[in-house]
């Protein structure tokens, strides 16, 4: 059964620290994906991670695969306010003969970022 | 660009009740899915769309939940009978090529 685990599951942390949301999955996969969510809102993506070694940054987050490992981190730089919310990550079931865009979500990371 | 439309929003209703929740994908994006995100967990899928055909439904509870997509474009998502358990956002997300999602705002159901 495919598994995609997230640690922490909470995060309080002050503003301009840095940490790292690790994120993983239980069979090799080249497809990962994070989203972040508000509460309330809807899901907000952010990276699309393709392909072993692919790094992606944007603004104070930076995400990065590695599918020998099956490891992604999500690292965070100088934290904000702004940044507080659930952050999730997610591989592709179809990777494992199953549909295309058939995500399987791992159970997410609440961030709270205090001033 | 519009994106993913839902409604209603929020739905209040008593166990054995049925409900049905509407969504409009982003125009021209060929795959429909729905999830379902219980507290605290991330969403989980129920059914996926590409066109007017289903392509993946092997987790949706189908002896009471159902769902379809009209002419290929907006989708109904049915429960009935609805359980406590059921209590849950069902979120629309669509996508152009398979990958990328692009999620709506969701629905909340609060069954009683």
């Known amino acids: 059964e495919l598994k995609v685990e997230q640690n922490p599951l909470f995060l309080s942390m002050q503003e301009g620290k840095n940490y790292t949301i690790y994120c993983n999955y239980s069979t090799t996969s080249d497809r990962l994906y994070w989203y972040r969510q508000d509460p309330g809102k809807s899901l907000e993506s952010l990276f699309v991670l393709l392909s072993n070694g692919a790094v992606k940054q944007e603004g104070r987050l930076m995400a990065s695969l590695d599918t020998k490992a099956r490891l992604s981190t999500l690292h965070i730089t100088a934290a904000v306010h702004d940044l507080s919310a659930t952050y999730f990550c997610a591989v592709d079931r179809g990777d494992y003969g199953g549909s295309q865009g058939n995500l399987i979500f791992g159970k997410g990371t609440k961030l709270s970022v205090k001033p | 660009e519009a994106g993913v439309a839902q409604s209603p929003r929020y739905k209040i209703i008593e166990k054995r009740q049925s409900v049905a929740f509407w969504c409009n994908p982003i125009s021209g994006h060929a795959t429909l899915y729905w999830y379902q995100q219980i507290l605290g967990q991330g969403p989980k899928l129920l059914i996926q769309f590409q066109n007017n055909g289903v392509v993946d439904d092997s987790q949706l509870p189908k002896d009471r939940f159902s769902a379809e997509r009209l002419k290929g474009v907006d989708s109904t998502l049915k429960i009935q009978p609805a359980k406590l358990e059921d209590s849950a956002v069902y979120l629309c997300?669509?996508?152009?090529?398979?990958?990328?999602?692009?999620f709506g705002e969701g629905s909340r159901l609060t069954v009683l």
């Open positions: 997300a669509s996508s152009p090529y398979t990958g990328e999602l692009f």
